[in-house]
C-alpha cells in the first residue's frame, strides 16, 4: 500500500470510530474480555476495514445482538507442531477455527528434519490466505542432534534467509541445549542470526549455572516444564512460561499453580503435540482453557494466556485485545464453564457462525516431492541382538509424559540372542534409517507397552523421523515397517506377519492430505487394534514417536544407537 492509500485508510478508520460513518459491522451488547483491567464490560464492539474502531455505543446497517456471548480475542496457540495433527494446514484450519483458534504459531522441525527447506516452503504455500493465520518459527535444530541421521540440514545462511519471509517470526525451540552450553559453533551462529528475534526454548529440567547460560544465550522462552519448582526458577530468570497440555505431555495440573496476580502477564497456555482424534473430540485451546477453568483458573486469565499474552510476546502488536486499532479476530462464547464457541469472525469477517464453518476452504492439490523414503535393503535378521551380557539398559516408560526413565534389568536370552520378555512386560524397540539409505538400524529395549502379541511401526519419529518400531516378534517388526515403507510414511500395525491396521502420511510421512474425520476415524481404529494386542496405552503411537529423541531425558534410541540423554552420548546396551 502507498502512503497515500495508508493515510486515506487511517482516515477512514477514524471517521467510523468518531461516528461519522458507519461501522462494517456492530456486535451489540456483549460482555467485552478486558484484559488491561481484567475485567468484562457490556458494550457494543464496532467493526470496520478489518480491525475494532470502538467500543461504546455505536449503530449500523448490519448488527449482530451479542447480548448472550462473551467477546474475547482470537486465539493464538504460541507453540504448535502441525506435524502432530497429521492435518495439512488446509484441515486444520477447518478443525480449529470453529473452535476459535485464529492463529497459530507453528514450529515446523519435524517437515524440517524430513524435507528440509522444500517442507517449510510446502507449509508456508499450504497456509497462505487462510481464515486462520499460521505463523513460522525457523527450526533451529535440523538435524536436532549428532546423535541420528535426519533428512535435511538447515545451515545458518537458510535459517537467516526465511527471515524475510512475513510469516516467520524468530527461532524454533532450542532443542540442543549441551549444544548452547558446550558453546558448539553452529549451534551460537544460529543464535546470533536471531539475536534480534524471539528465540523459544526448550530445556527440560535445566536449573542453576546451566540455565543461566542457556538463557544468556538470548532464549527467552520454554514449554518443556514438567514440575512447578522447575517452572518457578525459570520464571524468575526471566523466561516466559509456556503451559503444556497436548495429547501426551500434560502438565497443566502441575504447573497451574505457577499463575498468579503478578507472574499472569508472562505466562501462556499450548497444546505443543496434538492428535487428530484429540482435535475432533475435545478440540484446540478451548478445551485447554476449559480444563484450566475447571481447575480454578479465572476464566479472564485463562483467556489472557491464550491471546493477549502470547500476541505481546511474539510482537503481534495487532492481536490479542478487544480494543481500537486492534485486528478484528473475535471469538463469541455463549459460556466460559466450559468454554463453547458459537461465533468467529476473522479481520472482522464472521467465519464461524453457531458453531458452524461458514467460509470455504478449498482443498489443495498436494504436490510432488513430499515423500521421504530411501531404506537400504534388509532382512528380518536385522532386528535379532546376539547377547553380550544377562543384564541390560531399558528404556521405561512414564505413562503420559514424554520423559522416560533410565533402569538396568535381566534380559531373556534364547540361542544366545536376547528376546522379548512378555511376563516383564520387555520387549525390543527398532529404529530404521529412511532419509539417505545409510543401512543403520538399532535395536534396544522397553518396558511399558504391555503388548502380548503383534508390533506396531511408524515414520513419525522425533525429531529426524526415521522408522521406529517396537514388538513381540521380529517377523511382526519386519512386516509392520516394510508396511510404513511401502506406504512412504504412515503407521502400521502387525500381528502373525500379517498387517492388521495401517495410517497412510504421504506428507513427508508425518501428515495426511485427508480430512479431520476421515484422519482421526483411522487413527482411532489403529489405537484399537493397539489396545486389542495388549497395550495398555492410551496413546501407545505418541509413546513410540518420543522414545527416538535424544533430547529429552532419559534413554532413547536413534538409528545410530542407545542415548543417555543426561551424558549427551552412545552408552552400550548391555550393563554388566
Known amino acids: 500500500m502507498t502512503a497515500a492509500g495508508a493515510v486515506e485508510r487511517i482516515a477512514a478508520r477514524i471517521g467510523v470510530a468518531r461516528g461519522e460513518a458507519a461501522p462494517d459491522l456492530v456486535l451489540k451488547n456483549g460482555l467485552v474480555a478486558d484484559l488491561f483491567t481484567r475485567e468484562f464490560v457490556r458494550t457494543d464492539v464496532a467493526l470496520f476495514d478489518g480491525v475494532i474502531v470502538g467500543l461504546g455505543k455505536y449503530d449500523g446497517p448490519r448488527c449482530l445482538d451479542a447480548a448472550d456471548y462473551y467477546v474475547t480475542p482470537g486465539f493464538i496457540d504460541g507453540h504448535f507442531h502441525l506435524e502432530s495433527s497429521m492435518l495439512s494446514p488446509r484441515e486444520l484450519a477447518r478443525a480449529v477455527l470453529p473452535r476459535g483458534t485464529t492463529a497459530i504459531i507453528a514450529d515446523p522441525h519435524e517437515i524440517a528434519n524430513v524435507l528440509g527447506l522444500r517442507g517449510l516452503r510446502y507449509l508456508l504455500q499450504d497456509s497462505e490466505g487462510l481464515p486462520v493465520d499460521f505463523f513460522l518459527m525457523a527450526p533451529s535444530c535440523v538435524p536436532a542432534t549428532h546423535l541420528e541421521t535426519s533428512g535435511a540440514n538447515l545451515t545458518v545462511e537458510e535459517l537467516a534467509a526465511l527471515r524475510g519471509e512475513g510469516r516467520v517470526l524468530g527461532l524454533a525451540e532450542m532443542m540442543n541445549f549441551p549444544g548452547v552450553l558446550h558453546r558448539d559453533p553452529v549451534v551460537l551462529a544460529k543464535l546470533a542470526a536471531f539475536q534480534d528475534a524471539v528465540v523459544d526454548g526448550h530445556a527440560p529440567l535445566l536449573s542453576g549455572k546451566d540455565l543461566n547460560a542457556y538463557i544468556v544465550a538470548g532464549i527467552r522462552s520454554d514449554h518443556e516444564c514438567t514440575q512447578l519448582a522447575e517452572a518457578r526458577e525459570k520464571l524468575r530468570l526471566g523466561m516466559r ?86 485486528r478484528a479476530d473475535l471469538v ?56 553380550l551380557g544377562r543384564q541390560a539398559l531399558v528404556i521405561d516408560l512414564i505413562p503420559d509424559q514424554i520423559l522416560t526413565r533410565k533402569v538396568k534389568l535381566p534380559v531373556k536370552i534364547q540361542n544366545g540372542l536376547v528376546v522379548p520378555d512378555l511376563q516383564g512386560d520387555i520387549l525390543k524397540l527398532a529404529v530404521v534409517e529412511r532419509h539417505r539409505g545409510t543401512g543403520n538400524i538399532a535395536v534396544a529395549l522397553v518396558r511399558g507397552f504391555s503388548l502380548r502379541e503383534g508390533a506396531l511401526a511408524a515414520s513419525v519419529a522425533h525429531d529426524s523421523h526415521n522408522i521406529i518400531s517396537v514388538g513381540c516378534t521380529d517377523l511382526d517388526m519386519t512386516a509392520a515397517v516394510r508396511a510404513v515403507e511401502e506406504m512412504k510414511g504412515g503407521l502400521a500395525i502387525a500381528c502373525d506377519g500379517r498387517i492388521v491396521a495401517r495410517l497412510p502420511l504421504p506428507i513427508g510421512g508425518l501428515m495426511s492430505d485427508r480430512p479431520l474425520a476421515e484422519t482421526a476415524g483411522v487413527w482411532e481404529e489403529i489405537r484399537y487394534r493397539a489396545q486389542q494386542l495388549g497395550c495398555r496405552l492410551s496413546e501407545p503411537f505418541m509413546h513410540l514417536s518420543f522414545l527416538a529423541l535424544p533430547v529429552i531425558p532419559e534413554l532413547k534410541l536413534t538409528d545410530r544407537g542407545l542415548v543417555d540423554v543426561n551424558k549427551f552420548a552412545f552408552v552400550p546396551l548391555f550393563a554388566d
Open 241 to 326: 512460561i509456556m503451559i503444556r497440555e497436548g495429547t501426551q505431555a500434560k502438565n497443566l495440573a502441575a504447573l497451574l499453580p505457577l499463575v498468579d496476580a503478578v507472574t499472569l502477564p508472562r505466562c501462556s497456555l499450548v497444546t505443543d503435540d496434538l492428535h487428530p482424534h484429540d482435535i475432533l473430540r475435545h478440540g484446540h485451546l478451548d478445551a485447554v482453557m476449559s480444563l484450566a477453568i475447571e481447575m480454578g483458573l479465572p476464566p479472564l486469565w485463562a483467556i489472557a494466556m491464550v491471546t493477549l499474552n502470547t500476541a505481546r510476546y511474539f510482537s503481534l502488536a495487532d492481536r490479542g485485545a478487544v480494543a481500537p486499532g486492534y
Open 332 to 387: 463469541l462464547l455463549s459460556s466460559l464453564d466450559p468454554v463453547r464457541v458459537r461465533h468467529v469472525f476473522k479481520d472482522g469477517r464472521h467465519v464461524v457462525d453457531r458453531g458452524e464453518l461458514a467460509v470455504d476452504i478449498p482443498a489443495a492439490d498436494l504436490p510432488a516431492g513430499l515423500s521421504s523414503m530411501n531404506v537400504k535393503p534388509y532382512e528380518a535378521e536385522a532386528f535379532a541382538l546376539p547377547a
